[in-house]
């Protein structure tokens, strides 16, 4: 494999604390999603996995299309949500659904994409046999 790029983060303090980027670009307070009273700043790394995986899939969705000859007429729009799990061992896992609305094409064509996206996405990849994924595709047809 070639590399492309790596990006250098750091966390201290777990849940409850704080995690950068070596350059700077993100900083950001953590917060547990589950204690209560939850702050009213900071996010957790579930909110952060969201962000991460609908910006990932959506460019493959967008690559996918591509290479299968279609012509977007909107940037791919992918809306995630992650969810927390306690498994029956006393360990955590997490769970995804992923819709990607996908315009000017049909709704055929959007499962098309969505289904080849997965297979290019390093996020899809990543999860794969790991955890649940689930993915709805929403074409929208150009109008005339």
Partial sequence: MTPLYTAHAQATGGR???AHTADGRLNVELSHPVIQPRPA???DPEQ?????????YGGACEFAAKNLGFSLTSPAVVASDVTLLKREDGGFTVAVNLQVTLTGVSQQDAEKIAEKAHTVCPYSHATRGNIAVETVAVGVPATA
């Fill in 16 to 18: 409850t604390g704080k």
């Fill in 41 to 43: 700043t900071g996010t």
């Fill in 48 to 56: 952060l996995f969201a962000c991460a995986y609908a910006a990932c």
